[in-house]
């Protein structure tokens, strides 16, 4: 299984950047995937994931943040706008492979892609 993350950057506060995470080594469209981040010093936590019920996000990116796939091209998306500094972070791509109720339960996903660095100015 490999997840390889792409479109981290520099961006001013309240500029937008779309993430994409290319998926190999398994059935794309069985698994839900999801996006999480860290920032410095701080834990790993949950952004956005989706799987066959549609969408789900943190509550600090909703209406924000937009998480698409494309499984054609086994490739996740997580659209950024309103960025804030508050946001940078690595971001991570993530397969889900054991089932917990919560989807953002990190304890779900497995595999994990190698990182991209996001980081905002004010």
């Known amino acids: 299984v490999q997840l390889q993350a792409s479109g981290g950057g520099l961006v001013q506060a309240g500029g937008s950047l779309r993430l994409s995470c290319t998926a190999s080594?398994?059935?794309?469209?069985?698994?839900?995937m999801g996006w999480f981040r860290q920032p410095p010093g701080k834990e790993r936590e949950f952004v956005a994931a989706?799987?066959?019920?549609?969408?789900e996000y943190a509550d600090s990116v909703k209406g924000r943040f937009t998480i698409t796939r494309e499984n054609a091209k086994n490739t996740v998306y997580l659209q950024m706008n309103s960025l804030k500094p508050e946001d940078s972070a690595i971001y991570y791509c993530?397969?889900?492979?054991?089932?917990?109720?919560?989807?953002?339960?990190?304890?779900?996903?497995?595999?994990w892609g190698q990182g991209t660095q996001v980081t905002v100015s004010s």
């Open positions: 989706i799987s066959r019920p549609g969408p």
């Open positions: 993530a397969r889900r492979t054991i089932y917990y109720h919560d989807i953002g339960d990190r304890r779900g996903y497995n595999d």
């Open positions: 080594g398994f059935i794309f469209y069985n698994y839900a």
